[in-house]
């Protein structure tokens, strides 16, 4: 199954929501015009897929899902700018960064000039209980975020803390973009229970995916530099199952208790990192938790109506567990 | 006058707000509990106290007052946060920034955090018209920001850019503040408009005494060193002022247009500039043009209801006059 199998019932809808997108760099401003139109280019789109595809089972309102799927986009790319200017990572989707290009500050107010379209787009359904979701999950991830700043070459993490940071950083975004798309099209409490579950356990899956996909990817397919969260000091599933499985003598371990490590050293830690992990069965232990995480996902669908859309998601789970990038 | 003579009226009610905004950094997270609690310590007030006056012309309604002036303070801060960082500010209020404490990756998150803290205290009015006005007023805030920092050091702009700039960075949030408590109270569209004009033009007067007080305040009053903003390659008016009355031998000609000058000599010439700005009529002409603004923000109050609260906005436009930090 391919992605744009699953789309196919959205695909008309998905290039509204990219015209809306690009619509935002159309400013007087040149500079914000430029900037804007830099980073609204390209993109996955699967958040706004979410939120198409969760107003399928009650009133299929294109007028209020298509604000809010544009939004659910650009409160992502935000926070990518911000993650990016904070991480100074120079690359992503095989493309500079921002603060690469144009340095840290013009990346700040970008991504506050974002947050505040997407809030525009949110505003502009009249819906009271989505604006209010928004501005929760803009908190929840940004508090996060700072958990784990704070929490940065922190070796004493346990898998619950890493849970709670995949949600807070991933899963609260996935969860509100089914959960808005249930809400507009006035689906009942339960539904909308069912789909907000179901994003919030997809987003906790495919960013275990995106984790490991940092060790075994190649900087091709991921468009960004493979082990770069370890260079940033984050600890994700499979580098906490490397320091389980080798408590002692660990690249890890050395790489995150060493304050003033010259910058060849680190790489080389980071490669032997990436070597253990892709010679181990980690890798498929990641995947069987995150497929785990899938199926809990799935778990509930069979509450919604039957229709094509139901079965989007089923097979949109299937994929996350499959992609590459 | 004496500023709380004048906040006198709603002196119970601002405590409410300050007890508001302290309940923010009540989190589980340790973290943003620490960050949140340092910079939501002090502060001037006079936005929250915008809001709360501009709610006394007609159905003074606590229950939506409290929450939008707590997010008025919020969102300020929130700007001053992101703007400290991307200045590299050290010093804000008398007291180290956040980004000097805890480095520039915990400002930009604290910032997001409390833009979306803040609107959540917006969308807990329930009013989708001050929902909307304040996600357009952080476009404008953040757009003028991003405009501001493409036009740095550059010698080129006419008083226009920058009545602009300050419009965007400083009297939009102060209309926001008096717009949305008029519209929260009820207030007909008439008393709306008069006093979001008496808010955006208080705004434009309380920079530009901002911008000369730049020039001539003592680090002491200003709780940051003098001539931040030239240091900066921000062209406020004084500077403006002073350009145009020494075109050619100007040391803040100089200072912007040299690329590579040692830290040593740009201090010397901002303190050049600040000196020939002193000794000249130069502040007494940002005065006049400030004063201007306030009496166009006094104009129309005459026709708002005469009470207590509308002397209390006549007394404030004078003060932002007399004031010296």
Redesign the interface.
Known sequence: MQLSEIYKLVQEDLARVESQIKSVSE?D????AE?SSYILAGGKGIRPALTLLSGKFCHYNLDLLLPMATAVELMHTATLV?DD???NSPVRRGRPTINEVWG???A??????L???A??F???T?N?RV??L???I??T???G???Q??DAFNLEQTRDHYLQRISSKTASLFSMATESGAILSQAPEESIEVLREYGYNLGIAFQIVDDVLDFIGTEEEMGKPVGSDLAQGTLTLPAMLLLERYPDDNPVKELFSSNDMPEGDKQERIKQAIELVCNSPIVQECYAVASDYCARACHKLGLLPDNTSRQALKDLADLVISRKR
Chains 1, 2 share one sequence.
């Open positions: 400013v401003s040149p500079g914000l900037l911000h200017a904070i991480d840290e500050d013009k700040i107010l970008l991504g506050d000039y947050f505040a379209k809030g525009e949110v505003a502009s009249g009271l604006i209010k928004f501005s929760q803009l908190q991830i940004s508090g975020e700072l958990d700043s704070f």
